[in-house]
């Protein structure tokens, strides 16, 4: 369970550009929740998934994750329990280290890295095997170079790479968004597939108001640095994306603004 | 006409130097790194070893005294950009102008000092024939020493930490969020590299120039690169395993050196003039990748308008 109570975030603290990114935000994600986050741009979602992951540290309040205090634990620390896929493909691979290096990298997120030699044959048939559940046939290919795989692919395996080990919560900011739409799509697909499979809790921004209502079990709606709506069950499988702006514009007393969100 | 004995010395002093740009490899291409450190930790690296055995150290163990000389300064430029954020480049020239005073203080405030005793070559020597020419113990010590440093790296890299600094230097962002201390792999990797430098140095000084030379660093980062990028244009074409990566370096070192041999014999060239070629050497390998592009770009905007008509 992670717990996260009165947290708050201010850029640029002092200067004429100081912002008050995350404002006073509380939230219990309960375990198995696969949480979708939408907003408008600047509403604060990846801030607040870089505060949760710990590349940034809060001005005050407290996250608990299943009992411990992490608030402060750096981000390498907490790297251990959260696994973190970005929005940028190039992002979440070593471009120039094999497909089975990156995963060899992700299989010890959570061990102390000695200087134990290379990959056993045991390991790598698990990598087989969790490359299979892609479906692109990457199973076949451990030796190649991960910086010669489409974006797609690269998404892919990220999304292997942050699951590999179980994390406690698993964060994923708008990673189909550079994607094809097809691909996209596939990629979604996939990160629900690996969600409910591996029964993971997870917490997903995306700027698409179908794929919000459509995945999950619950859905945030974020404004000006707080959670403005926070619906589950019945509440949320009815809703539809025409209720979602008006819900917005009822709390927020503005329109919704998110270039991508009305492009799509 | 490139006589032989040119040849012979290019190989035999590109063994030794080759070593140098192992270590430059290790930051350069591994970490991303362009370590300056390096211009004050070869010449620390042949202080340590050239002043020890003057005081009567037995020359293998000054040898290693200096190899654990050179990883401090590796520490110290590692500290300056990872816990002081720094950027690389500069924490490198810190390093590098900080260990001018100290090679100064550890040389007794002088530039240059011979080496009075014994020294790994003088050791070597007693093993082959009387009369054994320089170059054969330059050639036969470097190649011992290359052949075991690309064993080691090669484990070393492939270990769970040696992946680790790989990543770092490839996508620290990624890394971290792998639970990988990318600060501590930067400071790992650059205490390696100045330790196989300051062997470089220690061995240099032993072998060829009898002597530790407070300058002797100048010139040595850029000589690095190019001996790395000569390497990689003639023997890296496709994907190859780390070990003959290595292997490609020490190539580029030797043709480097035998480029330089041959052009001090061109009548008319002084041995001055070799910063001015190796700059030039790298400038031109560095340039490739735009020349390229644009090259590409030509052909491109050609079928466009081939295509247009
Ligand atoms: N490192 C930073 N330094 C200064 N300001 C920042 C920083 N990170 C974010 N901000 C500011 O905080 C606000 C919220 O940014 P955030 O990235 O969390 O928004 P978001 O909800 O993810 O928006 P988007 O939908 O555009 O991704 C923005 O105004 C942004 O400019
Ligand atoms: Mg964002």
């Given at each position: 369970m992670l717990e996260i109570k009165n947290l708050n975030k201010s850029f640029n603290v002092g200067t004429v550009n100081e912002k008050?990114?995350?404002?006073?935000?509380?939230?219990?994600?309960?375990?198995?929740?696969?949480?979708t986050i939408i907003g408008s741009n600047g509403a604060g979602k990846s801030t607040l998934l870089n505060l949760i992951a710990g590349t940034y540290m809060p001005d005050s309040g407290k996250i608990v994750l299943d009992g411990k205090n992490i608030t402060f634990s750096s981000e390498i620390k907490r790297a251990k329990d959260i696994g973190h896929v970005f929005q940028d493909p190039m992002m979440g691979?070593?471009?120039?280290?094999?497909?089975?290096?990156?995963?060899?990298?992700a299989y010890r997120r959570t061990k102390k890295r000695s200087l134990s030699w290379g990959i056993s044959n045991k390991e790598r048939e698990i990598y087989k095997k969790e490359l299979s559940r892609l479906g692109l046939g990457l199973e076949n290919s451990l030796n190649k170079k991960i910086g010669?795989?489409?974006?797609?692919?690269?998404?892919?395996?990220?999304?292997?790479?942050?699951?590999?080990?179980?994390?406690?919560?698993?964060?994923?900011?708008?990673?189909?968004?550079a994607l094809d739409p097809k691909t996209a799509a596939a990629v979604l697909t996939l990160s629900d597939q690996i969600i409910r499979e591996d029964n993971?809790?997870?917490?997903?921004?995306?700027?698409?108001?179908?794929?919000?209502?459509?995945?999950?079990?619950?859905?945030?709606?974020m404004h000006a640095g707080r959670i403005i709506l926070d619906l589950s069950g019945e509440e949320k499988k009815n809703l539809t994306v025409e209720m979602l702006l008006r819900q917005f514009e009822k709390a927020s007393g503005e329109e919704f603004v998110n270039d991508r969100a009305l492009l799509s | 006409m490139i006589r032989l004995v040119t040849l012979q010395s290019g190989i035999a002093q590109g063994l030794l130097w080759a070593i140098l740009t192992i270590g430059v490899y290790?930051?350069?291409?591994?970490?991303?790194?362009?370590?300056?450190?390096?211009?004050?930790?070869?010449?620390?690296?042949?202080?340590?070893?050239?002043?020890?055995?003057?005081?009567g150290m037995n020359p293998?163990?000054?040898?290693?005294?200096?190899?654990?000389?050179?990883?401090?300064?590796?520490?110290?430029?590692?500290?300056?950009?990872?816990?002081?954020?720094?950027?690389?480049?500069?924490?490198?020239?810190?390093?590098?102008i900080a260990l001018y005073s100290v090679n100064i203080r550890i040389m007794s405030d002088k530039a240059t000092v011979a080496i009075a005793g014994n020294s790994i070559k003088k050791i070597v020597a007693t093993l082959f024939p009387a009369g054994t020419v320089s170059n054969t113990l330059s050639t036969t010590v470097g190649i011992i020493v290359c052949a075991a440093l690309i064993a080691t790296l090669y484990w070393f890299f492939g270990t769970e930490t040696g992946c680790a600094i790989r990543a770092t230097g490839n996508n620290s962002k990624m890394s971290r969020s792998m639970g990988i201390n990318t600060d501590m792999m930067t400071i790992i990797g650059l205490m390696l590299s100045n330790a196989i430098v300051a062997l470089s140095g220690s061995l240099i000084a032993q072998f060829d120039y009898g002597s530790a030379l407070v300058n002797m660093g100048q010139g040595t980062i850029v000589i690095g690169l190019a001996s790395v990028i000569i390497g990689e244009v003639i023997l890296i074409h496709k994907e190859h395993n780390f070990a003959y990566r290595l292997f490609s370096v020490v190539f580029g070192a030797i043709v480097y050196r035998t480029i330089i041999s041959v052009v001090l014999t061109i009548s008319g060239f002084k041995a001055t003039d070799i910063k001015i070629i190796t700059a030039i050497i790298v400038a031109i390998a560095l340039s490739i990748p735009v020349f390229k592009e644009k090259a590409a770009m030509r052909k491109k905007r050609n079928l466009a308008m081939k295509e247009g008509k």
């Open positions: 008050h990114v995350i404002n006073d935000i509380s939230l219990t994600v309960n375990d198995g929740d696969f949480i691979t070593a471009a120039d280290m094999w497909i089975e290096e990156n995963l060899a990298l010669l795989l489409s974006g797609g692919q690269r998404q892919a395996v990220t999304l292997l790479m942050a699951t590999l080990q179980k994390p406690k919560v698993l964060l994923l900011d708008e990673h189909t968004a993971l809790t997870a917490m997903m921004v995306t700027h698409n108001m179908q794929n919000a209502i459509d995945y999950g079990n619950r859905l945030i709606m | 290790i930051t350069y291409r591994i970490l991303d790194f362009a370590d300056l450190t390096i211009e004050g930790t070869f010449p620390l690296g042949a202080a340590v070893t050239v002043v020890l055995i003057n005081s293998f163990l000054a040898t290693a005294v200096a190899m654990l000389a050179g990883p401090l300064a590796g520490l110290s430029t590692g500290i300056l950009n990872t816990v002081f954020k720094i950027p690389g480049i500069l924490s490198g020239i810190l390093s590098m």
